[in-house]
């Protein structure tokens, strides 16, 4: 809803409800919430629960840090700093 007070239609359903659409950005980020739904719509749909969960978060803090150690590794970050003493 706007703050004028005027409804908005936002994301999109199929006519059936079995498939929506959104353009909120990092719903799915959080594990928590994600693991709910997933099992939510399962259980909508008559599958049996996810025999494992993976955590997200844990995964993008690992890569972060392998990606930062690659960086750290390859660049000359002493040579980086003088440069940016200017």
């Known amino acids: 809803m706007r703050a004028t007070g005027e409804q908005v239609v936002d994301g999109a359903v199929s006519p059936d409800g079995r498939i929506i659409g959104t353009y909120l950005h990092g719903l799915f980020d959080d594990d928590n919430f994600r693991h709910h739904f997933i099992a939510a719509v399962r ?7 996810a025999e494992s969960l993976r955590s997200y978060r844990l995964e993008r803090r690992q890569r972060l840090d392998d990606l930062a150690a690659a960086l750290r ?12 003493a200017v």
């Open 43 to 49: 259980r909508m749909c008559h599958v049996s629960p």
């Open 73 to 84: 590794t390859a660049l000359d970050l002493n040579q980086i700093e003088r440069w940016l």
